[in-house]
């Protein structure tokens, strides 16, 4: 069974331009998450999908970043326009299930590198 | 306050000794805990989950929850050079997990 796959591994852009991230969970999986670890901090939660729905969006940064999930497989991540502080690792993470434990059994991708210059 | 907090380390054991992580939350509604290990460049991947107060062991892994404490350990009994990684502590909240800044083991031969 493939893992959470994400595309591209690294990404360098310069400052104003625009980067899409892409993350395929595994299939079957409707919860989808997006995390972003910037160099020696937390990896931090961005947003969470059940689906093609926005179930928790509190953790994006601003209305730079836009996620989708048409049709509830696969997601994508526009930073439109990038700033230096974006640069980080996002992370992308599905779970087939969500009870009211909420297990967290997260199925992690390798995470997307940005540099932004 | 963080809502997850690690001491990050480097925390290094020798191989053969138990390796002891600790973690403090500040939610006291979190319901589920985890242990994740992430080596250098590769993704977190989960080791240990735990739910109930007490010790849960899985192998040389045993987490141990204090929810009254709000303090989350894990304990890795004979610790091996494979086990040296950076270890991230999380924790339920709604329907999100929460990570810590985890904290980098070393094991020396």
């Known amino acids: 069974e493939a893992g959470v796959t994400q595309f591209p591994s690294h990404s360098v852009i310069e400052k104003g331009q625009t980067v899409t991230l892409r993350c395929d969970p595994i299939?079957?999986?409707?919860?989808l998450y997006w995390y972003r670890r910037v160099m020696g901090k937390e990896i931090k939660f961005l947003l969470h999908?059940?689906?093609?729905?926005?179930?928790?969006e509190s953790g994006m940064p601003n209305n730079r970043f836009l996620a989708e999930r048409t049709g509830g497989t696969y997601s994508t991540l526009k930073v439109q326009p990038a700033e230096l502080e974006d640069s980080g690792v996002y992370f992308c993470?599905?779970?087939?299930?969500?009870?009211?434990?909420?297990?967290?059994?997260?199925?992690f991708g390798e995470g997307s590198r940005l540099t932004v210059l | 306050q963080k809502e997850v907090e690690q001491n990050s380390g480097p925390l290094s054991v020798p191989e053969g000794a138990i390796a002891s992580l600790n973690c403090t939350y500040s939610?006291?509604?979190?319901?589920?805990f985890f242990w994740y290990r992430q080596y250098s460049g590769k993704s977190p991947e989960l080791i240990m989950s735990?739910?109930?107060?007490g010790d849960k062991e899985d192998g040389r892994f045993t987490a141990q929850l204090n929810k009254a404490s709000q303090y989350v350990s894990l304990l890795i009994r004979d610790s091996q050079p494979s086990d040296s990684a950076t270890y991230l502590c999380?924790?339920?909240?709604?329907?999100?997990?929460?990570f810590g800044s985890g904290t980098r083991l070393s094991i020396r031969p």
């Open positions: 993470a599905s779970s087939p299930y969500l009870d009211r434990r909420n297990t967290g059994e997260l199925f």
């Open positions: 999908f059940v689906k093609e729905s926005k179930q928790d």
């Open positions: 939610d006291r509604v979190s319901q589920s």
């Open positions: 999380a924790v339920s909240r709604a329907s999100k997990i929460i």
């Open positions: 299939s079957g999986h409707d919860n």
């Open positions: 735990i739910y109930s107060n």
